[in-house]
């Protein structure tokens, strides 16, 4: 399972149900581990609609807390009021379920 480090104010918001996103940038980095996870043509494009746990982590150590998420993956601009900065696209992670 592929675990992604979150800072804290968003760790709150997807737990209380009020951020349904989370966003990464579109580097070679994110782009090899999601393209481990989900089906994507060319390798930087996401295609259909899989889905697969996530576990967010607020910190680095071990000992941090962290939820699993159920998520898909989708490219395309975010919601500033999330933490996206408007108008640059990233590699947007849907929420749809959360198991804290």
């Known amino acids: 399972m592929l675990t992604l480090p979150i800072k804290k104010k968003w ?3 997807i737990l209380s149900g009020e951020k349904k996103e989370e966003y990464r940038e579109i580097k070679p980095y994110y782009t090899n581990r999601f393209n481990s996870l989900f089906r994507m043509y060319p390798i930087d494009n996401p295609i259909g609609n899989d889905t ?3 576990a967010f982590r607020n910190g680095y150590s071990k000992h941090s807390p962290l939820f ?3 998520c ?3 490219r ?3 919601n500033p009021e999330w933490g996206a900065e408007p108008g640059k696209e990233y590699y947007v992670l ?3 379920e959360v198991h804290p």
Do not use: E
Request: charged share 15%.
């Open 52 to 54: 697969n746990l996530i």
């Open 68 to 70: 699993v998420a159920k």
């Open 72 to 74: 898909y993956l989708s």
């Open 94 to 96: 849907k929420i749809l």
């Open 11 to 13: 760790f709150d918001m």
């Open 76 to 78: 395309g601009t975010g």
